[in-house]
């Protein structure tokens, strides 16, 4: 009589099954090498696609701008990108901003009810 329990015959080895080359690290970012090297200059696949969406930080918010100057080199850009967080870093730059949304804001500085910043403790 034949044996009822399951086997395990059927399914085909892991150490039987043919793997495809490892072609380098690189492959993976820039897909397949030619004989000058890899096909696409960049990783163009992973990059946002500027005006695509919301934006969820501020190198987006940067991207998106520079995305609409038109005619900027690369080297441009990559300066022009370096200007702007260096101006967003400058702690006096970021009050310049906080103080003017404050003045602009629901309640402005003359109206009779200031804004609500939290409950004195």
């Avoid at 949304?101 to 009779?112: L, N, Q, Y």
Wanted: hydrophobic share 35%; charged share 20%.
């Amino acid at each position: 009589m034949a044996d009822p329990r399951p086997q395990h015959r059927t399914m085909q080895s892991l150490l039987n099954t043919p793997t495809p080359p490892f072609n380098g690290a690189a492959a993976s970012l820039y897909g397949p090498r030619g004989p000058r090297g890899p096909t696409q200059a960049a990783n163009t696949g992973r990059q946002r696609k500027p005006l695509s969406g919301a934006p969820e930080s501020i190198q987006h918010h940067i991207d998106d701008c520079l995305a609409l100057v038109a005619d900027l080199s690369t080297k441009q850009k990559t300066a022009l990108r370096a200007e702007i967080s260096k101006m967003l870093n400058d702690i006096t730059f970021l009050r310049m901003l906080t103080d003017e949304a404050r003045a602009r804001g629901p309640w402005s500085a003359e109206a009779v009810h200031p804004t609500d910043e939290g409950r004195v403790l």
